[in-house]
T-cell receptor
Framework: AQKVTQAQTEISVVEKEDVTLDCVYE???????LFWYKQPPSGELVFLIR??????QNEISGRYSWNFQKSTSSFNFTITASQVVDSAVYFC??????????FGQGTRLTINP | GAVVSQHPSRVICKSGTSVKIECRSL??????MFWYRQFPKQSLMLMAT?????????EQGVEKDKFLINHASLTLSTLTVTSAHPEDSSFYIC??????????FGPGTRLLVL
């Protein structure tokens, strides 16, 4: 069965701190895709990143970085120098087969000023 | 690019009435769209997969006669909640499958059934 686990239900940090959101996945497929989405209080899911199973390169985009490790089935997301606007629920997701996204339970991140 | 709109953003209706929600891909064509439901402080629950020109595929436990889905064009899918009841109150969010197998989400619709 395919599954995504985000063990951290809620994280609260002070602005400017670095924070890492964990994501562990399970799949028997050799080809798959992993995603991170941000859901601010307004409700819309904002696409952040897509990674396929053959590309283990880490990626950095501004203050965001992602660490994909197939050996540990993890796809962690780090925000450096966090800002209040980063407060949101973050979802990690696994593309199952060619169709369905399997979501983790989400991590609610609160950045305090 | 890859923008998905959803309308209405918020709707309040009386019990027993039907409500239609539209999901549009604005700058790309989507042969496949998805409808999710999200309860407060929970993850997204896939309700159905909508394929252009064919019947939707519903997830286990989702009543197809209750939640009617139509995907008549490559940019529009609609979800109709028929004979809505208070327990149908929820946040409904659609997505469209875009380039590179990525799902792009609409802003969601908050439904309140009185």
């Amino acid at each position: 069965a395919q599954k995504v686990t985000q063990a951290q239900t809620e994280i609260s940090v002070v602005e400017k701190e670095d924070v890492t959101l964990d994501c562990v996945y399970e799949t028997r497929d050799t080809t798959y895709y992993l995603f991170w989405y941000k859901q601010p209080p307004s409700g819309e899911l904002v696409f952040l990143i897509r990674r396929n199973s053959f590309d283990e390169q880490n990626e950095i985009s501004g203050r965001y970085s992602w660490n994909f490790q197939k050996s540990t089935s993890s796809f962690n997301f780090t925000i450096t120098a966090s800002q209040v606007v980063d407060s949101a629920v973050y979802f990690c997701a696994l593309l199952q087969g060619a169709q369905k996204l399997v979501f983790g339970q989400g991590t609610r991140l609160t950045i305090n000023p | 690019g890859a923008v998905v709109s959803q309308h209405p953003s918020r709707v309040i209706c009386k019990s027993g009435t039907s409500v239609k929600i539209e999901c549009r891909s604005l700058d790309f064509q989507a042969t496949t769209m998805f409808w999710y439901r999200q309860f407060p402080k929970q993850s997204l629950m896939l309700m159905a997969t909508s394929n252009e020109g064919s019947k939707a595929t519903y997830e286990q436990g989702v009543e197809k006669d209750k939640f009617l889905i139509n995907h008549a064009s490559l940019t529009l899918s609609t979800l109709t909640v028929t004979s809505a009841h208070p327990e149908d109150s929820s946040f409904y969010i659609c997505s469209a499958r875009g380039p590179k197998e990525t799902q792009y989400f609409g802003p969601g619709t908050r439904l309140l059934v009185l």
